[in-house]
């Protein structure tokens, strides 16, 4: 289950962020890049995945902030900690 | 008028000797006035300076939680209230009625009954304002940016500037000829009459004297605080053994203390979005000041099984908090840019259910008069501090949606914030004379009277059967208007 949610947050991650210049770098996890409409619709789409994880109370604790899953689930693949690839990550590549 | 000793008190008695001249007292003299009725109001501390706390009046043991020296309650005229900071806001409905799933009494009365006296409360604490007659709320829109469902603002007023009124009253009550005003005299004693169902007399100490002197009385007004009221009952019982009616038949003086413990159970990070000033005092209309506190709905403080309580965000706020990495990657994510924070470590200010366990009692220690200390044994029970832990959860799941603040607990897990968890104290006394239908539950009637004293009324906090949150100077001025229209009827 945990799978199949980790692949749809990447699919839309990388859906709304193709041509965009959005990018996720694994090997600097913090250079975010977003420019555009599509990429604004991406962080309001987030918002309102955000929110509404918050409003279920769907929330978890990550190094010792509240999260919510959503947000949690970002920041882990932000950070490319969870052994994906480089090119898996990379948002442009579609 | 003010007299300087018993031995100037006019002959021929007053309709009612009133106990303590802090705001519930002086309020109860002065409407009693206008409906042309006579009181003596006896206060231990003097006309001017508080009693200072060398003296010793105030001193009382600690056995319970600990509890800071009460330096903030003031033995003078105009009582603590009269150095107030102002902070108001009236009860909420929910308090007045049964909360099974807490463990809480409602009152004996109704919200309606309760809220009717508000108005007179406000005017008489020049409390001109409030965004609607019966609260002091306000939408959220507009104010917090991004609040959704769940969360509530809670407006506090005060009067700006705050007014002294314990100042404004001191003109009145010298050219009073309704009203007596005895000061540095202390009462020590109350006695019962023949049939042992009224109070006849009172035994009466100038502060620095060691003699007392016996008064008799029509009418008793017991106003002398949540500590004090209930100190003074069950001295004034001991002699008279058990099941007497000081000590309430069914021993329930003294029994439901409450306070208003304060715990900082969050680190909360404001971004620049969040209207930050405005939270702490702030001008509203009418020439009043405004403070605001955040709490959430009551659908959802039913729903986790929760107290009533706010959060004050500008407690302890410093700049340019540091969020670390993690956070500044998800803003730049979600918000297009990586904001600067602000730290606070917020208050939580809660309602404490009553619960038997926590107590005024005598102590074994007397004082110069003889009298017995009060000792006070506050507790919190286990399932009391869960219910403030979930509170912490729910509300940074729920303040979180806001999107312009961050938030980190305090403490790694319950066990952690249960025994490390300072508990901080708001010096507001409640409980210890509760109202209630009968003796079995609590101390007075629905009337303020002494369940089997027939001339006996208390008005303060003491006899709230339930506390919210909030200050209560404004919801004590209310209820002294409810008293003191019930006297004016059944004494006219």
């Given at each position: 289950m945990a799978m199949k949610r980790r692949t749809a947050l990447l699919g839309a991650l990388a859906l709304a962020g193709a041509g965009t210049g959005l990018l996720v770098s694994r090997w600097n996890p913090f250079s975010v890049f977003g420019t555009g409409e599509r990429c604004s619709f991406l962080k309001l789409a987030w918002r309102a995945r955000s929110t509404a994880d918050y409003q279920a109370r769907r929330t978890t604790l990550v190094d010792g902030w509240v999260l919510s899953e959503s947000e949690a689930e970002l920041l882990t693949l932000l950070r490319?900690?969870?052994?994906?690839?480089t090119q898996e990550c990379r948002l442009d590549s579609h | 008028m003010i007299v300087s000793s018993t031995a100037d008190i006019p002959a021929g008695g007053f309709d009612f000797t009133i106990i303590g001249s802090g705001f519930a007292g002086l309020y109860l003299a002065e409407t009693l006035e206008r409906a042309e009725l006579t009181s003596l109001v006896i206060e231990?501390?003097?006309?001017?300076?508080?009693?200072?706390?060398?003296?010793?009046?105030?001193e009382i043991d600690v056995t319970g939680l600990d509890y800071l020296p009460l330096s903030e309650r003031l033995a003078a005229f105009g009582g603590t209230s009269g150095h107030w900071a102002g902070m108001s806001r009236p009860l909420a409905p929910s308090v007045f009625e049964e909360r099974s799933f807490l463990k809480c009494p409602g009152w004996p009365i109704t919200y309606g009954e309760f809220a009717s006296h508000l108005d007179a409360a406000k005017r008489w604490l020049h409390h001109?304002?409030?965004?609607?007659d019966a609260t002091y709320d306000e939408p959220r829109e507009g104010f917090l940016p991004g609040a959704t469902a769940g969360l509530e603002v809670h407006n506090f007023v005060a009067a700006k500037p705050v007014r002294r009124l314990n100042g404004e009253l001191k003109p009145w009550i010298r050219t009073s000829k309704a009203v007596h005003l005895l000061p540095s005299h202390r009462v020590v004693d109350l006695r019962l009459d023949?049939?042992?169902?009224?109070?006849?007399e009172i035994d009466v100490v100038q502060i620095d004297a060691s003699t007392s002197q016996r008064l008799s009385v029509n009418n008793l007004l017991l106003t002398s605080g949540g500590i004090e009221n209930a100190r003074l009952m069950l001295a004034s019982g001991r002699k008279l053994g058990p099941g007497n009616p000081f000590s309430s038949k069914y021993g329930r003086t003294g029994l439901a203390f409450m306070e208003h413990p304060k715990y900082v159970g969050l680190e909360i990070y404001f971004d620049e979005r969040f209207p930050f000033r405005e939270t702490g005092w702030h001008d509203v209309p009418g020439g009043m000041i405004g403070l605001k506190g955040y709490t959430i709905e009551e659908r959802l403080l039913r729903e986790f099984k929760l107290p009533r309580f706010a959060v004050f965000p500008w407690g302890g706020a410093d700049e340019g908090a540091d969020v670390g990495d993690g956070i500044r990657a998800l803003d730049r994510v979600l918000h297009g840019s990586a904001k600067r924070y602000r730290r606070s470590l917020p208050e939580f200010e809660f309602e404490q259910t009553p619960r038997d366990t926590s107590y005024i009692a005598l102590s074994e220690r007397t004082d110069r008069h003889g009298q017995p200390l009060a000792r006070m044994h506050w507790t919190m029970e286990e399932d009391q501090l869960r219910a403030f832990w979930k509170s912490f959860e729910v509300f940074a799941a729920l303040f979180s949606q806001t999107g312009s603040v961050r938030i980190r607990p305090r403490f790694a897990d319950f066990d952690t914030f249960a025994q490390t968890a300072e508990t901080r104290i708001q010096h507001h006394h409640m409980g210890t004379t509760a109202m209630s239908h009968d003796a079995t539950t609590g101390v007075v009637d629905t009337n303020c009277k002494v369940h089997g004293v027939g001339n006996l009324h208390v008005a303060g906090c003491?006899?709230?059967p339930t506390a919210d949150y909030v200050n209560p100077t404004l919801n004590i001025v209310a209820l002294a208007d409810r008293l003191a229209r019930h006297l004016i009827t059944t004494h006219r």
């Open positions: 490319g900690g969870d052994g994906e690839s | 231990q501390g003097p006309l001017d300076q508080p009693l200072n706390e060398g003296k010793g009046y105030y001109t304002w409030g965004p609607s023949e049939g042992g169902a009224r109070v006849g003491s006899v709230f």
